[in-house]
DNA sequence: GTCTATAAATCGATAGAC
DNA sequence: GTCTATCGATTTATAGAC
């Protein structure tokens, strides 16, 4: 056991990657684990997803997995922070890769879904039902945080944009709720604004999780025309040209 | 079909109110049951429920819930259904106890949020993730209708409410696929309109949904006054006052 | 129509050999 | 670090006595 571990001063690596063979061995299996818990997922779902189902995927046997998470809710953890990531990215690339503020936030709007529409269980995952039995950890929420922030990041960028004025003549408690948020997300602008950012990116994730989760059968089959308006709308609600 | 339907022979019921003495003790157990399943649903969630903790709940033995409901599929979708018509019945209260087409909105959104908050495991199983294993038969999409309709009725009494033109100055897909929606909520009205609808339905149980899901966990104690304001604001943008 | 009993699976997690 | 074996529990669903 002493042996390959000794020689750690030739591929000693920076902070990112591990040092030791021994220990990138150990994190590119980790992250096989994780791969075919994600393959699993996609095809049974968050609440079905099984420690067991994932192991014989990889033609383990189940006990192995333990030594490297430490219990279902831990991998369950690591598949959520993935889909976060996951779905943060594309939104920022998708943001960066346009111009003019509605432009950028309907490229963004485009990219959440396309992801969703790819990855149904995920999208399920992360903003579906909470999974019985499972307590999302803080960390979970920090990830959750990158799509918001992408979101946020439009609005920040177009600092003219404000939602139309009279809405709500005096909505008294606002100010206080709303504050919070604003520490987070869009510093300095009104509350309108910011009540404004929090509907438009909640009226992505419904659309999304409507269409995901069936809501719309009855409807149409061609639903991105639909799409497309509504977070226009949703867009100009904001402020947003 | 909710299920006692299936398995009821001879002694078939007419539409509402059943013929002999038997065929009414039947329902009333039947009815029992779904309570009990409703219970239990909002202790363990959807995903959770089993027929077995039905029975425990009801000091009856597993076995015998088959006499009323041949699957456990059958005893979710009579649950489904029973959700999707209280949540319908609050919203045609609410719609209906206001005047103004914004403020019968605002009324109708408080009303939903409110039987949410009150219901958070039947919100789950209605607007959640799909349930692993479970296939929703067409009675469900049926009554799934009753709140849309209860949402395009506000807009159906609001004759000149209109979203602002110029949103997508030609979105060249909309009107096709908006039809078949126009027509079982909204005739005669323009495509704009349609949309509008759709993204103020879409805005509300978003917002619930991110609210009882967990996802304004670092956000705000007091919810309700941003609530408000982007219900305001998304009527608005569907032209409401 | 309710019961006992059972079939045939599933699951998370742990102990201990190697 | 992977294996066998197992504990103790869960589930849907069915067969057959009464």
Redesign the pocket.
């Known amino acids: 056991m002493t042996g390959p571990e000794a020689i750690t001063g030739p591929e000693a690596e920076a902070a990112s990657t591990p040092r030791s063979v ?1 220990a990138r ?2 994190a590119e ?1 980790t992250a096989e684990i994780v791969a075919a818990a994600g393959e699993e997922l996609a095809e049974v779902g968050p609440a079905a ?5 994932v192991a014989r995927r990889l ?6 997995l ?3 998470f ?4 831990s991998l369950l953890t690591a598949l959520i922070t993935e889909a976060y990531e996951a779905v943060g990215a594309v939104a920022e690339q998708a943001a960066g890769s346009a111009d003019g503020s509605l432009d950028r936030w309907l490229a963004l709007c485009r990219a959440v879904r396309t992801w969703g529409r790819a990855h149904p269980q995920q999208w399920a995952l992360i903003y579906g039902s909470p999974v019985p039995g499972y307590a999302a950890p803080q960390t979970t929420v920090a990830a959750a945080l990158r799509v918001t922030l992408a979101v946020a990041g439009v609005l920040r960028d177009a600092p003219g944009a404000r939602p139309p004025q009279g809405v709500a003549p005096d909505e008294p408690g606002l100010e206080p709720v709303v504050a919070p948020i604003r520490d987070a997300l869009l510093p300095g602008r009104d509350a309108p604004t910011v009540a404004a950012t929090v509907l438009a990116w909640t009226s992505l994730t419904g659309m999304v999780s409507l269409e995901l989760f069936g809501h719309y059968e009855g409807g149409t089959t061609e639903f991105e025309p639909l799409f497309a308006y509504c977070m226009a709308l949703s867009g100009r609600a904001a402020g947003l040209d």
């Open positions: 021994r061995v150990r299996l997803l099984s420690l067991r189902s033609g383990m046997v189940p006990s192995a333990y030594r490297y430490p219990s279902r809710d």
